[in-house]
């Protein structure tokens, strides 16, 4: 809970990546979210938390996305086949203010989060789903919201949206 580990869990997610998928265990223990943010996860991974196993934001960045910035996937030619489980998301909104999405997920078919708890959201969406075909979100708990001088005029546990320009989902483009 106090050293870095967002290098060994994205080196983990990366050769996922370059196996052509796989699936990624964390097991029990505070894991704390530094530097490299956010986590990016690609096509083909089952990323499994064990049940007592917490991942801690120590950033302004979001946690988890499926993608990275310049990649030119649109439609739903993203990052897919993504399986998220398990685990507690601790987005520490009371600690670091600025506003993050926990799983920013766009461009991609078939992503399913299951058995998930995220907490202490700042601001924005425990998880975004943007310009997703076929996706579930079940058995998951959201637990805390962050608006600390209560400028923000929405926001939801689980955001369905558009990728119409960065204003609807800054992770990647195209916007289509």
């Known amino acids: 809970g106090t050293t870095d580990c967002t290098p060994p869990i994205q080196q983990a997610l990366n050769l996922a990546r ?3 998928g796989g699936w990624v265990y964390i097991p029990q223990g ?5 530097t490299v943010a956010p986590l990016r996860i ?6 499994t938390l064990a049940p007592n196993a917490v991942l801690r ?4 960045a979001s946690m988890l996305v499926n993608g990275d910035a310049s990649q030119a996937l649109g439609a739903y030619s993203g990052h897919g086949n993504i399986l998220i ?5 601790d987005m520490q909104g009371a600690v670091i203010e600025d506003a993050a999405v926990c799983m920013s ?5 078939n992503v399913t989060v ?3 708890v995220i907490r202490d959201v700042p601001r924005y ?4 789903l943007n310009a997703i075909r076929r996706a579930r979100i079940t058995s998951c708990q959201f637990r805390g919201f962050n608006d600390p001088d209560g400028t923000r005029a929405f926001s939801e546990a689980v955001q369905i949206d558009l990728a119409k320009g960065v204003d609807y989902f800054a992770p990647f483009g195209p916007y289509d």
Do not use: K, M
């Open 18 to 20: 370059d196996a052509g």
């Open 30 to 34: 505070t894991y704390l979210l530094s």
């Open 42 to 47: 690609y096509r083909t991974t089952r990323l």
């Open 57 to 60: 934001r120590d950033t302004t």
């Open 85 to 89: 489980e398990g685990g507690l998301w």
């Open 105 to 109: 997920l766009g461009h991609a078919d």
């Open 114 to 116: 299951q058995n998930v």
């Open 125 to 128: 969406h425990a998880i975004e």
